[in-house]
């Protein structure tokens, strides 16, 4: 009889994918899938460290689960990713009904340790090592990951999945965990990356998006020889099958005219680029020790809409950084309207322990402060994601299209053939429109006739066909 795996993920695309693997690797050992942790006999908790807040809501989730353990102790509890490589062995003292702690790096080794687990030898550790504990090379190989393993069940829909081309971090940015969790930065080498594309396309996918932490640094040397994102780019290109290929999070000083230049002559490269400011004054992207000056993101900005006009620029932002003052909280505003970007993530800080943040500054702003920080960037933002959105109105755009609309998915809904439809533009911008589910996976023209901050409305274009002319062969 199969045995049951019930799966939690929360934080990035990074954790989605590697869910991805973790499920594809379990099926090989005898596991399907449940929704319900009553069915489980092992239960897996995809975890995410860069907000306080996440990693709140993964304990609350292993709460619900202390009396199923007690009333059934041979279901194995897993935590892995990046709260198990920071907070390793202390996970077991806040939650002590937890069997399994499998940091991002080490995740092959899962069906092994659940196995461990069920024969009886104890709670289970695997993580990669520190950024201090050995020389680069070890440190960078503890934390190499298994993507080769694929499983398009896993994915939201079968006609995109993300693909690894970058490991870790190294810009050290003070508020940020990640390069604890996730190690050393490393590019993978472009000839695995291309393979996983071709593998991904055969299976069905059309859009591909490539990840990396900071993705438009990515470099692999090889005989001399090195490939950057532009190269890369170029070869999957190549690809048949692949329609649309995308990449984030990018890092601003990266954000090169060579790499813009195979954004804008690669058809397939979408016309989309997430690239972070985080803070618009020059004093706090200093504390943040981003890397750039306002200056620098601006001549940036310039470079982008100089060379691919066409653009959609999307940006994430920390708000109550510690230190940061209304004023400079105003130029963050000011540098968001003049930026104009398509949509942002706007954050609230909060401290991470294990950071050069949390060592150096007091974390001085208060909540309701960074409360009403965060309201007013996202109003600032909402009103310019709107403008930008009514600009469509009236216009075609191809739409890849992914599925029924959760706007209007009603109970019952789901067998119906005609209903609300969503997918995106090749500048990733969430189209809502009536289709039939057998248009799911095409990509089709939509006419725009409504939008909002986050949605355009349109209606999918049948193209007039003039009359088609049959001759017959005269013998
Ligand atoms: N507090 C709040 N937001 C954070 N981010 C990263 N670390 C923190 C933190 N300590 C945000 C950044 C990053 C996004 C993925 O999460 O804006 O770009
Ligand atoms: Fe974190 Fe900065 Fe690296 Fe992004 S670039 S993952 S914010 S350290």
Same mark, same amino acid.
């Given at each position: 009889?199969?045995?049951?795996?019930?799966?939690?993920?929360?934080?990035?695309?990074?954790?989605?994918?590697?869910?991805?693997?973790?499920?594809?690797?379990?099926?090989?050992?005898?596991?399907?899938?449940?929704?319900?942790?009553?069915?489980?006999?092992?239960?897996?908790?995809?975890?995410?460290?860069?907000?306080?807040?996440?990693?709140?809501?993964?304990?609350?989730?292993?709460?619900?689960?202390?009396?199923?353990?007690?009333?059934?102790?041979?279901?194995?509890?897993?935590?892995?990713?990046?709260?198990?490589?920071?907070?390793?062995?202390?996970?077991?003292?806040?939650?002590?009904?937890?069997?399994?702690?499998?940091?991002?790096?080490?995740?092959?080794?899962?069906?092994?340790?659940?196995?461990?687990?069920?024969?009886?030898?104890?709670?289970?550790?695997?993580?990669?090592?520190?950024?201090?504990?050995?020389?680069?090379?070890?440190?960078?190989?503890?934390?190499?990951?298994?993507?080769?393993?694929?499983?398009?069940?896993?994915?939201?829909?079968?006609?995109?999945?993300?693909?690894?081309?970058?490991?870790?971090?190294?810009?050290?940015?003070?508020?940020?965990?990640?390069?604890?969790?996730?190690?050393?930065?490393?590019?993978?080498?472009?000839?695995?990356?291309?393979?996983?594309?071709?593998?991904?396309?055969?299976?069905?996918?059309?859009?591909?998006?490539?990840?990396?932490?900071?993705?438009?640094?990515?470099?692999?040397?090889?005989?001399?020889?090195?490939?950057?994102?532009?190269?890369?780019?170029?070869?999957?290109?190549?690809?048949?099958?692949?329609?649309?290929?995308?990449?984030?999070?990018?890092?601003?000083?990266?954000?090169?005219?060579?790499?813009?230049?195979?954004?804008?002559?690669?058809?397939?490269?979408?016309?989309?680029?997430?690239?972070?400011?985080?803070?618009?004054?020059?004093?706090?992207?200093?504390?943040?020790?981003?890397?750039?000056?306002?200056?620098?993101?601006?001549?940036?900005?310039?470079?982008?809409?100089?060379?691919?006009?066409?653009?959609?620029?999307?940006?994430?932002?920390?708000?109550?950084?510690?230190?940061?003052?209304?004023?400079?909280?105003?130029?963050?505003?000011?540098?968001?309207?003049?930026?104009?970007?398509?949509?942002?993530?706007?954050?609230?800080?909060?401290?991470?322990?294990?950071?050069?943040?949390?060592?150096?500054?007091?974390?001085?702003?208060?909540?309701?402060?960074?409360?009403?920080?965060?309201?007013?960037?996202?109003?600032?933002?909402?009103?310019?994601?709107?403008?930008? @959105?009514?600009?469509?109105? #009236? $216009?075609?755009?191809? %739409?890849? *299209?992914?599925?029924?609309?959760?706007? !209007? /998915?009603?109970?019952?809904?789901?067998?119906?053939?005609?209903?609300?439809?969503?997918?995106?533009?090749?500048?990733?911008?969430?189209?809502?429109?009536?289709? @039939?589910?057998?248009?799911? #996976? $095409?990509?089709?023209? %939509?006419? *725009?006739?409504?939008?909002?901050?986050? !949605? /355009?409305?349109?209606?999918?274009?049948?193209?007039?066909?003039?009359?088609?002319?049959?001759?017959?062969?005269?013998?």
């Amino acid at each position: 009889m199969s045995k049951k795996l019930y799966l939690e993920t929360v934080g990035c695309q990074m954790n989605v994918l590697d869910s991805e693997m973790v499920v594809a690797s379990l099926r090989k050992h005898g596991y399907s899938l449940t929704q319900d942790p009553q069915q489980a006999d092992a239960l897996l908790f995809n975890t995410c460290s860069v907000r306080e807040r996440a990693e709140e809501k993964t304990y609350s989730s292993l709460g619900k689960l202390k009396r199923l353990k007690q009333q059934h102790p041979e279901k194995v509890i897993g935590v892995m990713g990046c709260m198990a490589q920071k907070d390793q062995k202390l996970i077991f003292e806040r939650a002590p009904y937890v069997d399994l702690i499998v940091g991002p790096g080490q995740l092959q080794q899962i069906p092994e340790l659940i196995e461990n687990v069920i024969s009886g030898n104890g709670r289970q550790v695997a993580v990669s090592l520190g950024r201090r504990d050995g020389s680069v090379e070890n440190i960078k190989r503890s934390h190499e990951t298994f993507d080769p393993l694929r499983d398009s069940e896993m994915r939201p829909t079968p006609f995109q999945a993300y693909l690894r081309i970058q490991i870790g971090c190294d810009k050290f940015c003070t508020y940020c965990i990640v390069p604890m969790t996730r190690g050393p930065e490393q590019g993978r080498p472009p000839e695995q990356i291309v393979a996983e594309a071709r593998i991904l396309a055969d299976q069905g996918c059309k859009e591909i998006t490539l990840l990396g932490q900071t993705v438009n640094s990515y470099r692999f040397v090889a005989e001399g020889k090195t490939t950057r994102l532009a190269d890369l780019l170029e070869q999957l290109q190549q690809v048949d099958g692949v329609e649309r290929i995308k990449f984030v999070t990018n890092y601003p000083k990266d954000m090169t005219r060579e790499l813009l230049e195979a954004v804008r002559d690669l058809s397939k490269v979408s016309p989309y680029l997430h690239v972070p400011l985080q803070s618009g004054s020059d004093r706090i992207l200093e504390r943040m020790k981003r890397g750039y000056t306002v200056g620098d993101y601006r001549d940036m900005m310039g470079r982008i809409r100089e060379i691919v006009p066409n653009a959609a620029i999307s940006s994430d932002f920390i708000v109550g950084f510690c230190g940061e003052t209304d004023e400079d909280f105003q130029r963050t505003v000011e540098l968001t309207k003049e930026c104009r970007f398509k949509n942002s993530f706007i954050f609230k800080y909060s401290e991470r322990p294990g950071t050069r943040g949390a060592e150096m500054y007091a974390d001085d702003v208060p909540l309701d402060v960074k409360q009403d920080r965060n309201n007013e960037l996202l109003a600032v933002q909402s009103a310019i994601s709107e403008e930008e @959105n009514l600009q469509f109105l #009236g $216009q075609r755009v191809q %739409v890849l *299209i992914e599925g029924p609309s959760k706007l !209007t /998915l009603r109970k019952g809904q789901q067998d119906e053939p005609l209903q609300q439809l969503t997918g995106r533009t090749h500048c990733d911008r969430i189209v809502v429109f009536d289709g @039939n589910v057998r248009q799911i #996976g $095409q990509t089709l023209p %939509v006419a *725009i006739y409504d939008a909002t901050a986050h !949605t /355009l409305f349109g209606a999918v274009v049948t193209e007039e066909v003039g009359p088609t002319v049959y001759s017959l062969q005269l013998k």
